[in-house]
């Protein structure tokens, strides 16, 4: 049996073992994904074990996407731009790197909007995940792209960072312009970890009002959020985060097996797996 995984600390939350074993399931391939919680201590045995003979990779999560990249033989442009790995694809003895998020969160949002990108986009947050919809963004070649973020320097920042030659450029905003960029934003994204739990916004309800009648607003948190539900209460189109958590993990399937992921099975499966827990 083939054999692919989780690697982070903690994972027992993680949805991806009923979504790639519903994968295998569909298209009759003998393979099994597992959760490996995974230490810091014990991170570069855990990798060097992907070596092994009918080991197909893993997935890698925090506190590990970042760290794993030394590890690696080799990473992809995309990892390396966005600065972290949650895919490891192990091939001929070799183990190499990608990040299937910007994939994902584009898929998702072209899900949304009939597979075109809107020309400008707000992205609220410079975290970790901020940084894979940045890139997808500028894969996407969206032409106005503005970050904001509470503390202005992590925003000046990522947008410094992130914007290199040939790739559209990304321009931090300060917080008190937030509703006046709103007002041209086609699409919204939460890359914060505001609404996880309880119904906290990110920004005032007022910034919902301000954006264009066009507007795609999208939360990766994997729930129907305080700001999605005001969005939807606009007549704004809406997504939460579990399309681009199957997408990222449908990308990731076709990297292990060479075969083309069956995202409707995968989506159920997600589904009900979500629904069962909460």
């Known amino acids: 049996m083939l054999m692919s995984g989780l690697i982070g ?7 991806s073992p009923s979504m790639h074993n519903a994968a295998f399931q569909a298209l009759g391939i003998d393979a099994r994904y597992e959760l490996w919680h995974t230490v810091t201590a014990d991170l570069l045995l855990r990798i060097a074990s992907l070596r092994a003979e009918g080991i197909l990779g893993a997935n890698v999560t925090v506190p590990h996407k970042g760290t794993v990249i030394p590890l690696l033989d080799d990473v992809s442009e ?3 731009r966005i600065g972290s790995v949650n895919t490891v694809i192990a091939r001929d003895g070799r183990l ?3 990040n299937t998020d910007a994939y994902g969160f584009g898929r998702a949002l072209g899900d949304v909007t009939g597979g075109t990108m809107p020309r400008s986009a707000l992205v ?4 970790g ?3 894979a919809v940045l890139t997808s963004l500028q894969e996407a070649g969206v ?6 973020n509470r503390t202005p320097e992590r925003a000046e920042a990522l947008a410094a960072e992130l914007t290199e030659p040939g790739c559209p450029a990304i321009v931090a905003e300060p917080w008190s312009r937030l509703e006046e960029v709103a007002s041209s934003a086609r699409l919204v994204v ?8 309880g119904d906290d916004l990110p920004f005032g309800a007022g910034i919902i009002d301000a954006l264009p009648r066009d507007a795609v607003v999208m939360d990766l948190t994997y729930r129907l959020t305080a700001m999605l539900r005001l ?4 007549g704004l189109r809406t997504v939460d985060g579990l399309p681009m958590l199957i997408h990222q993990g449908g990308r990731a399937f076709e990297l292990w097996t060479g075969q083309n992921a069956p995202i409707e099975a995968m989506t159920q499966a997600v589904r009900e797996a979500y629904a069962a827990r909460a």
Do not use: E, F, K, M
């Open 143 to 148: 032409a106005d792209i503005w970050l904001v």
């Open 78 to 80: 995309t990892a390396r």
């Open 9 to 15: 600390d903690p994972v027992a939350h993680s949805l």
């Open 190 to 197: 939460n890359a914060t970890s505001i609404g996880w739990h």
């Open 129 to 131: 995940a901020s940084r």
């Open 96 to 98: 190499l790197g990608d």
């Open 231 to 234: 969005a939807s209460g606009r």
């Open 124 to 127: 609220v947050g410079a975290g």
